[in-house]
């Protein structure tokens, strides 16, 4: 297990968009240190012989046919809004080009 | 980084270029990938969306069984293995055109993998290109870039957002390493992704419009010093989005690449942007941490397991491959190698061939496709199947000529007023009144005019020397405006001087 | 005649209800006195995060449609209308599930005024079976924590003792019908956040196999493990309950294809005369002993005497990996979240916050909107979450916990060759004080709590919460919970009723006739405690 850093926290809190203080970056660094090093264990548990769970039921092959439904109105999308112009979301100047 | 480039032939001397490409296909199924929302384009913002598209809390996506089949369906004509399990992931980024913030996709366990295709270059030198993998995913709504000078990204105060397209579903083709191309690579990247275009079409899985972005194409480009099999660090040039800025765009990258390497300078991985404008890339963002996908298989969807049977059966249903059409096609026209390659490598098979469905001869199909249409379509800068001009107004304007309402000439008038959104051939010669004179009455007035003007020509006519007459009918057609039918002239002026 | 409505369980009012001895709107009325006697009112005018100065179960009371929706009721009976059973018994909704008409929160700021353009599966189904909703109730923020002190409109008190927590996530759901606000309520258990939180205050919980109940308009915690079940004070009502909400829905591909039914079925034969005869019980070795408050060890070895004496053959089974299964959870859980709350951004609902300084981009908006918008549980698990997923650690984390969880499964299966159901005290501890575990000092310790109830979750098999009586040291209530394999719930039904009739006979009556009274209590609530502060991090 890798000693889990104020850095390591920076980076982890860009990645999932959540600005952070100096203090929560610091604080957050330790809870989580603690918190993986309580887990870390999981690791070690099952061996390559062990196939992963990713559904707790063997469930395969649920789809819907191509029909469409009934969309909601413009005025219903935007009804939860923050911001909207012109039948569209309005957010800031986006920083950079995908 | 200067956009400096080396001239192609100094690059191909020095190196040989790798080519790899990502083709986003848009599906042309009724609804969205994963909720019930209508698939369709051009309609007001943010009408064709479901709480499931917006990303809304509490929802879950239900895959589209008509997707799926498109996708093994592609998978097949692409020669590739249709996975026994395939699994959707998450791919987690930000981005406001992104409702859920991650892209549900398909990472380890892509619906199809290991194919192949074989391409035609425009000489007819097939190439084959190893496909990777085609994995089913959803596209991201659009962006629109306001209070900005440039209507870019870069300087514009605020975006909106419309969801209409957040959710169709598309397959990425994705290419193993293409090696051998050499100087060919541009032409090369243009053909294949006529190839794709033409492949999807002909499954009918999609209505492979690039100006409307149904096909879009990154292409990665980087370069081995001749001789090495190393390869060289990419460049990833995003949404290229038309087959001539394909080439263009692996062109110019394999020019830029060069100048750097030349120069002793290291290629940064990157993404880079295509402008039409300029013809050349500009950097985008380098790749780094930001990329971490945290790629996961995605809870809310059970794996997808193509019952084999039913696999057979839709490979026994696939349509002839574009390159066994091709061949019959060529037959039936009769045209020879070189025209039927012509009219291949201009994209316009499927034209040429709705108008000959429509009525019109082998020959005269070519001859507007080819002809005007092709020359209209190179001067403004676009596709020919995208000027506007189809193959039922094709047809029209060969009835007009036919009927004698309008001759050649004004035909090609007619085809630019087309493409300009003007209307049906016959809307078109009514609004602009271009129907050939047919009033004999007009031009006996005009004949007579000339005649008058020119007794030596009326004389050595009537001496016997009939093709004289050229001399005549020209000035006929200047005072018509070119609206007269010279063979009508012709035929009159030959009646008034008793020669038949 | 109102007290006795409210203590009447829904299958008594609705019994009532179809012989016409009551009518809806009375029943609605009477819960609607009782949530405005007990629930307390804000702390502060304009400041809802202060939470209330009662129970505080309920984020928002849904007044007028539940009297209309219980008006229609009792026309439609009135003029000869065949009724679903449960037609006119009001409801309590978890503020996690999606309701047309009702503001939705997830008990988070960033979802404050938010009003969903739809309704949930159950929501839908609610309104089928002609049940009027009488709120939504309080929860930890997006159902993260087992006290619902993360809520960020103040904590649920616990009925018992307004002092205590009242478990969580679920915690007002589970007040609620512990204090009689409504006979039933609906909850969601993602690692114990329904049967937690009837277990400490006393009540019933179910979570059921994992696609038994559409989440289709429920607020993804962890998609893998989230499962809406019911919340009663009686184990058949929680049974009527999953009738109603449970069954297919092509709207959520996890969603099995079984029909919800025979539940009250096998509730009634549980708890008829020698309903347990024969039921093979397996007591779960690692689920007792270290780390289980001595008053809860008692009751539960009294329940599991009382099985076996009702003719119950109870063994002792074994699943070694049960250990790991607190890890594996802990690193799968916040995997999911850190995807599944990423929607939170100020785009296209909820809340937007600017950042206070630097330049006005989407990405600082979205920052500052989810730095502001989120708690400090949320956005500890969310950042576990990116880390369990990011590159270099998604084998070792998320990949083996997912190992761990096939572990877990095979555990479940070898016992169940054993044993009909499992049983295991639901909590280790009775309620504890509010305000009394450090998460920031130790954050693991509140996820111990989750340590009985996290297996069935990784499994996807059904378990129910109910409870065991009172423990000797404190004098607050002990859960039990049976376990049943997949597709199984029947058997907890059955089980359930069965173990809460004996109880029932043992204690001289429900569990409830010990409780304090409520009213009195909360009117003798010291001044107006605000409410425990959720954004901890600020500290």
Redesign the interface.
């Known amino acids: 297990m890798s000693e889990i850093t104020r850095d390591t926290v920076a980076h982890l809190a860009t990645l999932a968009h959540i600005e952070m203080s100096e203090e929560q970056l610091q604080a957050m660094a330790g809870e989580l240190q603690q918190i993986v090093g309580a887990v870390a264990q999981v690791s070690e548990v099952a061996g390559d012989d062990v196939p992963a769970t990713s559904h707790p039921l063997p469930l395969r092959n649920v789809m819907r046919e191509d029909v469409v439904g009934e969309p909601l109105t413009a005025e219903e999308a935007l009804s939860g809004a923050p911001d909207a112009e012109d039948g569209q979301f309005k957010v800031p100047a986006i920083l950079e080009e995908d | 980084m200067s956009a400096d480039i080396l001239s192609f032939e100094e690059a191909m001397e020095n190196f040989d270029p790798v080519l790899g490409f990502e083709v986003h296909v848009e599906l042309n199924t009724k609804t969205k990938m994963f909720d019930a929302a209508p698939n369709a384009f051009g309609d007001q913002p943010n009408t064709n969306t479901t709480p499931v598209s917006l990303g809304l809390p509490g929802v879950l996506p239900v895959v589209n069984k008509k997707a799926v089949e498109s996708a093994v369906r592609l998978g097949l004509a692409l020669n590739c293995s249709i996975a026994p399990v395939s699994h959707f992931a998450r791919k987690n980024y930000f981005y406001p055109d992104t409702p859920k913030n991650f892209q549900t996709s398909q990472y380890d366990e892509p619906i199809a993998f290991d194919g192949e295709i074989t391409v035609e270059l425009e000489d007819g030198t097939p190439f084959t290109i190893e496909i990777e993998r085609a994995h089913m995913e959803e596209d991201a709504g659009k962006l629109t870039h306001k209070g900005g000078a440039t209507g870019r990204i870069q300087g514009a105060e605020f975006s909106l957002v419309d969801y209409n397209r957040a959710g169709v579903p598309l397959i990425e083709i994705v290419t193993k390493p293409i090696v051998g191309a050499g100087d060919r690579a541009p032409e090369l990247a243009r053909v294949y992704v006529a190839a794709i275009r033409e492949i999807v079409k002909n499954l009918g899985i999609s209505d492979a419009r690039m100006e409307r972005g149904n096909v879009r194409c990154d292409a990665n480009v980087s370069l081995m010093p001749k001789g090495s099999t190393t390869f060289g660090t990419r460049s990833e040039t995003k949404n290229v989005n038309s087959l001539r800025a394909v080439e263009r765009a692996v062109r110019y990258e394999i020019q830029r690449h060069a100048a750097v390497l030349t120069a002793g300078d290291a290629i940064v991985q990157e993404t880079r942007h295509w402008h039409e404008d300029t013809r050349s890339t500009t950097s985008g963002r380098p790749k780094s941490d930001a990329d971490d996908y945290r790629y996961f298989p995605e809870p809310d969807l059970v794996p997808v397991v193509p019952d084999p049977e039913w696999v057979e059966q839709l490979r026994a249903e696939l349509p002839e491959p574009p390159s066994e059409r091709r061949k019959k096609l060529k037959a039936e026209w009769g045209y020879s190698d070189q025209e039927f390659r012509d009219v291949v490598n201009a994209g316009v098979l499927d034209e040429i061939e709705a108008t000959i469905a429509a009525g019109a001869t082998a020959g005269a199909a070519r001859k507007w496709w080819m002809g005007e249409i092709a020359r209209l379509a190179n001067v403004r800068g676009t596709e020919i199947a995208e000027l506007g001009v189809t193959p039922e107004h094709v047809v029209e304007i060969e009835s007009l000529i036919g009927a004698k309402t309008i001759n050649d000439k004004i035909a090609k008038q007619v085809i630019g007023h087309i493409a300009d959104g003007e209307g049906s051939p016959a809307q078109v010669v009514e609004a602009r009144s271009l129907a050939v004179v047919s009033d004999d009455g007009v031009l006996l007035t005009a004949i007579d005019d000339a005649m008058a003007q020119m007794p030596d020509v009326v004389a050595k006519v009537q001496a016997g020397k009939v093709q004289a007459v050229g001399a005549l009918i020209g000035p006929v057609m200047k005072a018509t405006k070119g609206q007269a039918d010279a063979g009508r002239v012709r035929e009159l002026i030959l009646e008034k001087l008793g020669i038949n | 005649m109102t007290q006795n409505i409210i203590e009447l369980s829904a299958a008594e009012l609705a019994q009532k209800l179809a012989e016409r001895e009551v009518t809806s709107v009375q029943a609605v009325e009477a819960h609607l006195e009782r949530i405005a006697a007990t629930d307390g009112r804000p702390v502060e005018a304009d400041n809802p995060y202060a939470g209330k100065t009662g129970l505080n179960a309920f984020l928002h009371v849904n007044t007028e449609e539940a009297l209309s929706v219980a008006a229609e009721v009792d026309a439609a009976r009135e003029s000869g209308e065949d009724l679903p059973e449960l037609a006119g018994v009001p409801i309590a909704v978890k503020d996690l599930?999606?309701t047309k008409g009702q503001p939705?929160t997830?008990a988070s700021k960033m979802?404050e005024g938010?009003?969903?353009?739809?309704d949930?599966t159950v929501t839908q189904r609610l309104r089928a079976a002609r049940m009027p909703m009488l709120g939504k109730t309080n929860l930890d923020e997006f159902a993260m924590g087992s006290t619902t002190e993360h809520s960020a409109y103040g904590v649920t008190r616990n009925p018992w003792d307004l002092t205590r927590i009242p478990g969580g996530s679920g915690g007002g759901s589970a007040a609620a019908v512990t204090a009689f606000q409504a006979p039933l309520a609906l909850g969601t258990d993602t690692g114990g956040s329904i049967r937690q939180p009837a277990a400490v205050t006393g009540s019933v919980g179910v979570k059921p196999?994992?696609?038994s109940v559409s989440?289709?308009?429920?607020?993804?915690m962890?998609?893998?493990?989230d499962q809406v079940g019911p919340c009663s004070r009686t184990v058949l009502d929680a049974a009527l309950l999953h009738e109603v909400v449970g069954g297919h829905d092509?709207?959520?591909?996890?969603?099995?294809t079984d029909p919800a039914t025979g539940f009250a079925s096998a509730a009634r034969a549980g708890a008829a005369e020698g309903g347990l005869k024969g039921l093979r019980v397996g007591v779960v070795k690692e689920l007792t002993g270290e780390g289980f408050q001595a008053g809860v060890e008692q009751r539960f070895r009294e329940a599991v005497d009382l099985l076996r004496s009702a003719g119950a053959e109870v063994v002792e089974v074994e699943t070694p990996?049960f250990r790991?299964a607190?890890?594996?959870y802990?690193?799968i859980m916040s995997?999911?979240v850190?995807?599944n709350l990423?929607?939170?951004?100020?785009?296209?609902?909820?809340?937007?916050t600017l950042?206070t300084d630097g330049?006005?981009?989407?990405?600082?908006?979205?920052?500052?909107t989810?730095?502001a918008g989120?708690g400090a549980e949320v956005?500890?698990r969310?950042?576990?979450g990116?880390?369990a997923?990011?590159?270099g650690y998604?084998d070792?984390?998320?990949?083996?916990?997912?190992?761990?969880?096939?572990?877990v499964?095979r555990d479940f299966n070898a016992a169940f060759e054993k044993c009909d159901v499992l049983i295991s005290p639901t909590a280790p501890t009775t309620a504890f004080p509010i305000g009394s575990v450090d998460e920031?000092a130790?954050?693991?310790q509140m996820y111990l709590n989750d340590v009985a109830t996290i297996p069935t979750?990784?499994?996807?098999v059904p378990a129910i919460s109910l409870p065991a009586g009172l423990a000797p040291e404190d004098g607050l209530p002990v859960g039990v919970q049976f376990m049943a394999p997949?597709r199984e719930d029947a058997r907890l039904y059955c089980a359930g009723a069965g173990l809460e009739a004996l109880l029932t006979q043992a204690n001289g009556g429900p569990i409830w006739k010990d409780l304090p009274d409520v009213v009195t209590a909360v009117n003798n609530l010291p001044g107006t405690t605000s409410a425990v502060a959720t954004e901890g991090?600020?500290k």
Request: hydrophobic residues 40%; charged residues 15%; aromatic residues 12%.
């Open positions: 599930i999606v939705t997830a979802l938010w009003m969903s353009p739809y949930g196999t994992y696609g989440r289709y308009g429920v607020i993804a962890a998609s893998s493990l092509p709207q959520d591909s996890t969603s099995l990996n790991y607190l890890g594996a802990y690193l995997s999911e850190s995807s990423a929607k939170y951004d100020g785009v296209r609902f909820g809340r937007r950042p330049n006005l981009t989407i990405e600082r908006v979205m920052g500052a989810r730095a989120f956005k500890r969310t950042i576990l990116t880390y997923l990011s590159a998604y070792a984390y998320y990949g083996s916990a997912q190992k761990v969880r096939t572990l499964q920031h130790d954050p693991m979750n990784l499994a996807g997949a991090a600020a």
